[in-house]
Structures are given as C-alpha cells and as structure tokens.
Antibody, heavy 117, light 107 residues
Framework: QVQLQESGPGLVKPSETLSLTCTVS????????WSWIRQPPGKGLEWIGY???????NYNPSLKSRVTISVDTSKNQFSLKLSSVTAADTAVYYC???????????WGQGTLVTVSS | DIQMTQSPSSLSASVGDRVTITCRAS??????LNWYQQKPGKAPKLLIY???SLQSGVPSRFSGSGSGTDFTLTISSLQPGDFATYYC?????????FGGGTKVEIK
C-alpha cells in the first residue's frame, strides 16, 4: 500500500510563499493523481488541487491564482507552492493519492502550517 | 461549485446503536459520492466510494446508499472505534467539495 509523507516549514510569514513536499513510498508516482487538501484548525476540508503524473494539473478556482503543484518523478515526490499567504491559510495540509483524480484513496498524516509574523 | 450539506452536524450514540448520517448535494451528482472517517489528529480515511462501494479493509457494518442529490451513511452497530467525524464528498466535478462533517460522540 502506498504511503505519503508531507514535509516543509511549519511557520510561514504573511505575504510569503508556503512550500510543501509530499514523498511517496511503496509505489511509483508515475501513475495516478496526486492531490493537496487542507483543513483549518477545527474546520472542514478544502481541496486545493491535483497533478497527474504526466504533469497535467487541476486547481481549485478559489486558490488558482496562488497555487502551483509540481511533480518530480525522479524523487517520487510532488510539491505545493501557495503564494501571498495570510492568516487564513493557516491549516493542516494533507497530500493524498487518487486513481480517479477526485476520490482520495490514501492520505498522508498531514502537517500544520501556521502563517504568522 | 457543488455544495454538500450534512445532517446532523453532531450526534450522541451508544455502542451497538444503529447510526445514520445524511448528505445532500446542491445538484445531481449521480453516484459520485464518497464518505470519509476522521479521528482527532489523524488524516481522513476513505470508507465508501461511489455512494455504496466499501473500500478495502473497511468493516461491513459501514454501508452507503443514495443517488442523485440524497445520500446516507449507515453504521449498523456502532463500535468504540467508530467515534469520529464523518465527511461526505462529491467526486462528480472539480473542484471536489466536502460536507461540513458529522461528529459522532459517545452518549
């Protein structure tokens, strides 16, 4: 069974860029869809976007202007960049994999990112 | 975006109880409805996909039904490990959207 692990800074300053990486083990990233989802503390889930292993992306329109998702097949990793962050971007960020793109079969454990000066 | 509305937002139940959670979509999503379970401090876990298909390894006491706009998640006999928050999610169109969650607590 594929396993995912998020990594990156836990604290980002306002107006800066949030950068996270998801490392995939137990399977190849050269198949399936690879997604990012976030959850503000005590709140619900918001889908950020996905990348297909070929590089094709699909982003949530609410975040599209600030989001970039990329894949590095040589490292079996994919990444999230979210620019111009504010306190509203404080959340636990999850990476996940999907066969279909929109059903999220396996998730990483999540990483809390706080936006604060 | 398709809006997903869950009810109730929370419920209290006892071990052994039958529990039903409902989810309504703002437009028809056919059977493109998934259910997830989330325990405190943990990632969501896929329980049911396409409305009624049980994900591998999920106990058979969990079942899902519905199509179009109205869906149901049923736990036939609540077990101690089932106390958690449950989310529905539509996978009919992007962006996929989630319901607000139903927290199942111990009575």
């Amino acid at each position: 069974q594929v396993q995912l692990q998020e990594s990156g800074p836990g604290l980002v300053k306002p107006s800066e860029t949030l950068s996270l990486t998801c490392t995939v083990s137990g399977g190849s990233i050269s198949s399936s869809y690879w997604s990012w989802i976030r959850q503000p503390p005590g709140k619900g889930l918001e889908w950020i976007g996905y990348i297909y292993y070929s590089g094709r992306t699909n982003y949530n329109p609410s975040l599209k202007s600030r989001v970039t998702i990329s894949v590095d097949t040589s490292k079996n990793q994919f990444s999230l960049k979210l620019s111009s962050v504010t306190a509203a971007d404080t959340a636990v960020y999850y990476c996940a994999t999907s066969i279909t793109g929109t059903t999220l079969h396996y998730w990483g454990q999540g990483t809390l990112v706080t936006v604060s000066s | 975006d398709i809006q997903m509305t869950q009810s109730p937002s929370s419920l209290s139940a006892s071990v052994g109880d039958r529990v039903t959670i409902t989810c309504r979509a703002s437009q028809s999503i056919s059977s493109f409805l998934n259910w997830y379970q989330q325990k405190p401090g943990k990632a969501p876990k896929l329980l049911i996909y396409t409305a009624s298909s049980l994900q591998s390894g999920v106990p058979s006491r969990f079942s899902g039904s519905g199509s179009g706009t109205d869906f149901t998640l049923t736990i036939s006999s609540l077990q101690p490990g089932d106390f958690a928050t449950y989310y529905c999610q539509q996978s009919y169109s992007t962006p996929p959207t989630f319901g607000g969650g139903t927290k199942v607590e111990i009575k």
